[in-house]
Each structure stands twice: as structure tokens, then as C-alpha cells.
């Protein structure tokens, strides 16, 4: 899988847009782009996935640029409950493969 | 809501005992992972499973080992605990044949051992 790179914390405040970009310079012909929520003592949740331009669902949206070397997923106007991490994984699921989930991004949302 | 479940939730238990922590899913999913992580640190994959019979290593060496003898279960198994073994474990899957690779996960397992 191709190494990433997130900050690894990011603050923010109620109402805002929060974007998190990750740095894949590394990424393969095949590799999709796949974003997780985790909040403390559950298991990381799906977000998004896309493999170019933009992808937005009723949780975020995901800008992947046309040389795929960086992503970067928008949350609109957060709130409290979006306080976790969120991991930015990288990598062509379809094959039989290993998912490594790399160290993330500690979003914490303030009132 | 994913059909994965992972029992028991919480696990407190003397130094040298084995034990097994239970995963199944109902999604008929191929591929199922067993990750390891401690309170704000990173998931650590320590176990992964392409299908039945299968069983492969993850990247963090564990002491622990696995089985896949039916589809839908994967056990994780402690032959003698260990406090070091103290732990949250994460069980999950994935149907590697769709494109997204979606992992779907369990509550987990979280293992104190005294």
C-alpha cells in the first residue's frame, strides 16, 4: 500500500468547514483513496472513497487533484459529534491485500 | 448497520489463562482482520484472512493466532495471557470483490489482563 501522510492533529470550531489533506505521493495506477471516522473505543466507520476529481456524499466530500499525489476530504460545517480521527488509507482493495491504517488526523471540534 | 459482532466486549482476566476472542460476521464477506490498538494510538493489523483455511501475519508481531474454518468466523486465540497482551482488539471485514473494499467492524474486544 502507498505510505501516507496527514496532519496529526487539526482544531476547529462548530459551524465551520474542516478540510484534512493527505500526502500520497506514492500512489498506484490502481490505488483508491478511502477515508475513516474513528471515535474513542469503537472501530473505525467508512466515510468516502474516490479515485479522481470529486466525490461528496451526505457526510463529506473528497477532492482528489489530477496527479493523485494528495486528497483532501471536506467536513461542512462540523459539529461537537465530528470530534475523533480520521484516517486517510490508500490502496486497490479489489485485490487480495492487507489495509495498514496509518496514524491519522485528531480532529477536535470546539463550541 | 454492519453484521459483525465480536464477544465479550470487555474481558478481565489473570496472567497464563488462554483465551478466545470471537468474530462473526453475516455479510458472507471473504476477507476478515483482527487489529490491535491502545487507548489514542494507532490500529495495528495483526492478523488478516483471505477466506477459509486462509491465515495470514499482519505487520505487528502478535503472540496471538487465528483460525478461519468457516466463512463467517474468525477467533482470535491467547494461549497464555500475558499483561502485556492488555489491549482494545478490533475484529473486521470486507467483500474484496466490490470495488470500494469497505471495512466493516466490530465493537471490539477490549482485554485486561492482571
Known amino acids: 500500500l502507498a505510505k501516507t501522510t496527514q496532519p496529526i492533529s487539526m482544531d476547529s470550531y462548530e459551524g465551520q468547514e474542516v478540510n484534512i489533506t493527505c500526502s500520497h505521493n506514492n500512489i498506484a495506477t490502481n490505488d483508491y483513496i478511502t477515508w475513516y471516522q474513528q471515535f474513542p473505543s469503537q472501530g473505525p466507520r467508512f466515510i468516502i472513497q474516490?479515485?479522481?476529481t470529486k466525490v461528496t456524499n451526505e457526510v463529506a466530500s473528497l477532492f482528489i487533484p489530477a496527479d493523485r499525489k494528495s486528497s483532501t476530504l471536506s467536513l461542512p460545517r462540523v459539529s461537537l459529534s465530528d470530534t475523533a480521527v480520521y484516517y486517510c488509507?490508500?490502496?486497490?482493495?479489489?485485490?487480495?491485500?492487507?489495509?495498514?491504517f496509518g496514524s491519522g488526523t485528531r480532529l477536535s471540534i470546539r463550541p | 448497520e454492519a453484521d459483525i459482532y465480536q464477544t465479550p466486549r470487555y474481558l478481565v482476566i489473570g496472567t497464563g489463562k488462554k483465551i478466545t476472542l470471537e468474530c462473526s460476521q453475516t455479510?458472507?464477506?471473504?476477507?476478515m482482520y483482527w487489529y490491535q490498538q491502545d487507548p489514542g494510538m494507532e490500529l495495528h493489523l495483526i492478523h488478516y484472512s483471505y477466506g477459509v483455511n486462509s491465515t495470514e501475519k499482519g505487520d505487528l508481531s502478535s503472540e496471538s493466532t487465528v483460525s478461519r474454518i468457516r466463512t463467517e468466523h474468525f477467533p482470535l486465540t491467547l494461549e497464555s495471557a500475558r499483561p502485556s497482551h492488555t489491549s482494545q482488539y478490533l475484529c473486521a471485514s470486507s467483500d474484496w470483490q466490490r470495488s470500494t473494499g469497505e471495512l466493516f467492524f466490530g465493537e471490539g474486544s477490549r482485554l485486561t489482563v492482571l
Open positions: 455479510m458472507g464477506h471473504d476477507k
Open positions: 474516490g479515485y479522481k
Open positions: 488509507l490508500v490502496g486497490a482493495y479489489s485485490s487480495a491485500s492487507k489495509i495498514i
